[in-house]
């Protein structure tokens, strides 16, 4: 089946590491991604990661992926207030098109 | 480089009514696929078109239908509307293919009365 599951919160005080975390249930899923959604406004591609890697680093994003857990991870390092958003997990099922199955969404609140 | 476009941005209808959403896909893209997102809720996929037909389905009924033309923009039809139907229209575009990321608009925020 088809599930993405993710905490609801997270608060951090600025310029610390901000740990988001997601489990998946599809062991097909060839691509694993992050968005992030500011209020009001669509879907921002943050990152995403093949299912053959267990990490990929951009920027001050880490993505680490634990495929034999189906557990998947995001870092902020030195989040900062504008990183304030919702972050979604979401994963692509092995189905031959490009659906998206995403989670519930994890609100990051970063404290001054 | 314009990115994916949608019209309207908000809208109010009434229950039983229909409404039509429109997309445009980032340039170069051929893929348009559908989302709902309700309040508080990640998006639930709706559909996906490529090559002016639909080729995948999620778990929406057929009051929901859409539309790609051949410039590769896309509309979203939505009959008999319900106040269940009220929700962020998401459109995400992409290039057909494998480790081809899918890209999305702002929205378009339906609320039915």
């Known amino acids: 089946g088809e599930d993405v599951e993710q905490s609801l919160f997270l608060s951090v005080r600025e310029g610390d590491s901000s740990v988001i975390n997601c489990t998946y249930t599809?062991?097909?899923?060839?691509?694993l991604y992050w968005y992030k959604q500011e209020p009001g406004a669509g879907l921002q591609l943050l990152t995403y990661i093949f299912s053959n890697m267990d990490m990929k680093q951009d920027q001050r994003l880490t993505v680490l992926l634990n495929k034999k857990d189906k557990h998947l991870s995001l870092r902020i390092a030195d989040t900062q207030t504008g990183d304030s958003a919702i972050y979604f997990c979401?994963?692509?099922?092995?189905?031959?098109?490009?659906?998206?199955?995403f989670g519930t969404g994890t609100r990051l609140l970063v404290s001054p | 480089d314009a990115g994916v476009t949608q019209s309207p941005t908000h809208l109010i209808k009434t229950r039983g009514q229909q409404v039509t959403l429109r997309c445009s896909p980032k340039?170069?893209?051929?893929?348009v696929s559908w989302y709902q997102q309700a309040l508080g809720q990640g998006p639930q996929f709706i559909f996906q078109y490529y090559e002016e037909e639909e080729r995948q389905r999620g778990n929406f009924p057929d009051r929901f239908s859409g539309h790609q033309f051949p410039n590769y923009s896309s509309e979203l039809n939505v009959n008999a509307l319900l106040l269940g139907d009220s929700a962020l229209y998401l459109c995400a575009s992409s290039l057909d293919g494998g480790n081809q990321p899918q890209h999305f608009g702002d929205g378009t925020r339906l609320s039915i009365l």
């Open positions: 340039s170069g893209h051929d893929t």
């Open positions: 979401a994963e692509e099922p092995n189905t031959g098109f490009q659906k998206l199955v």
């Open positions: 599809d062991s097909s899923s060839t691509y």
